[in-house]
Each structure stands twice: as structure tokens, then as C-alpha cells.
T-cell receptor, first 115, second 109 residues
Framework: DTGVSQDPRHKITKRGQNVTFRCDPI?????LYWYRQTLGQGPEFLTY????????KSRLLSDRFSAERPKGSFSTLEIQRTEQGDSAMYLC?????????????FGSGTQLSVL | TQLLEQSPQFLSIQEGENLTVYCNSS?????LQWYRQEPGEGPVLLVT?????EVKKLKRLTFQFGDARKDSSLHITAAQTGDTGLYLC?????????FGAGTILRVKS
């Protein structure tokens, strides 16, 4: 399967712990996005990379959140000192932008529960 | 801030019925996309509309982009149980997609 892969699928952690999620995009895609989705809401943009450069970060992304994409391939999203409000589905998507439109391919997400 | 409002929030219908869901904004978008998402999975792209007034058909699904490129609708003919899911619209806003909150569709047999 050559789709977007996210690991782990589920993560349960205690408040105050650090967690790290991984995303492996489709290999030829140069853009990689992180979104967060809570129950009953659509995905909210967190950040995106073009190759290895992090070009935009949402104001939702507090200083406890950091994302990297070394070598422009896989990406990691780390949350330090987790809070109960961080509980959500974290979605990764990749794309190869062509012209004005862009087709995003999403992974299955990492469901985070902070107890 | 570009916001997309979707209506209705929830729709429960019988198999075979027709339905329309809406996506509205006060902002103009260069393109608008519709996604379908199943529980525990990521959204899957259904269609992209780019031109004002554009209509696209995908089997029993008909998508329309408003003339002013601020709104869109999705019409499903003869709904099937397999159509059940969360339908999301997303507008291209700068370098990212902005999503609406979605319409949860439940098709009962």
C-alpha cells in the first residue's frame, strides 16, 4: 500500500507526558500537512511543510507542539506536557500541488487520549 | 478568517431517498473540495470544483459550485447505506485547506 501511513493509530497517555506521532507521506509528494480533528468538527489546520521547510504554523499550535520533517520525507509531531484538551484525532496529509488545485491524501490518523 | 458553514449538521434518511447538503461562506475560494470521512479514518477526496457555476457528477453524487465561488452543494440521488459518513467541504485558503464542520449522513435500510 502506498498511501499515507500514520503511527501509532491510538495513543493513551497521562497528563503531563510527552508524545510523538509519525507520518509517512506518499513518496513523491512534496507537501505534508498536520491537522487536528475533535468530535463533531472538521479538521483544523496545524502546520505544513514543503519538502523539509515548515512554511506555516497555525496559532492553534502552542509552544508545546513541534513538528519536523527531516530530509523532506517522513514527519513527526511532538506534544510536550500533554493536557486533556490535546485529546483529538491528529491527521496527516500529503499532496503534490499541481496548478491551482491540490489533492490531499489523508492518513488514518492517530487518536490521542490524554487522561 | 475564512469560515465554511455546513448544513444540516446531521441528516438521517431511508435508503432510496434523495438529499442535498450545503456549504456556505462569506469568502470567495479559488477552489472547493468535498471529502467523505468514515469513523476512525481520514477524509477521502470526492471532488474538486474550481469554476463558478460548475457542476460535477460522480455516479449518484452531483456537486455544484456557486456562481460567486462562495458556496457549494452536494446532492445524492437514491441514497444507499454505503453513503453513510461525514461529508466535509473544504476551501482553498492561501496555502492550506479550511474545512467546514461537516454533515453527518446516516442512511437507514
Amino acid at each position: 500500500d502506498t498511501g499515507v501511513s500514520q503511527d501509532p493509530r491510538h495513543k493513551i497517555t497521562k497528563r503531563g507526558q510527552n508524545v510523538t506521532f509519525r507520518c509517512d507521506p506518499i513518496s513523491e509528494h512534496n507537501r505534508l500537512y498536520w491537522y487536528r480533528q475533535t468530535l463533531g468538527q472538521g479538521p483544523e489546520f496545524l502546520t505544513y511543510f514543503q519538502n523539509e521547510a515548515q512554511l506555516e504554523k497555525s496559532r492553534l499550535l502552542s509552544d508545546r507542539f513541534s513538528a519536523e520533517r527531516p530530509k523532506g520525507s517522513f514527519s513527526t509531531l511532538e506534544i510536550q506536557r500533554t493536557e486533556q484538551g490535546d485529546s483529538a484525532m491528529y491527521l496527516c496529509a500529503s499532496s503534490l500541488k499541481q496548478g491551482h488545485s491540490e489533492k490531499l491524501f489523508f492518513g488514518s490518523g492517530t487518536q490521542l487520549s490524554v487522561l | 478568517t475564512q469560515l465554511l458553514e455546513q448544513s444540516p449538521q446531521f441528516l438521517s434518511i431511508q435508503e432510496g431517498e434523495n438529499l442535498t447538503v450545503y456549504c456556505n461562506s462569506s469568502s470567495v475560494f479559488s477552489s472547493l473540495q468535498w471529502y467523505r470521512q468514515e469513523p476512525g479514518e481520514g477524509p477521502v477526496l470526492l471532488v474538486t470544483v474550481v469554476t463558478g457555476g460548475e457542476v460535477k457528477k460522480l455516479k449518484r453524487l452531483t456537486f455544484q459550485f456557486g456562481d460567486a465561488r462562495k458556496d457549494s452543494s452536494l446532492h445524492i440521488t437514491a441514497a444507499q447505506t454505503g453513503d453513510t459518513g461525514l461529508y466535509l467541504c473544504a476551501g482553498a485558503g492561501g496555502n492550506k485547506l479550511v474545512f467546514g464542520a461537516g454533515t453527518i449522513l446516516r442512511v437507514k435500510s
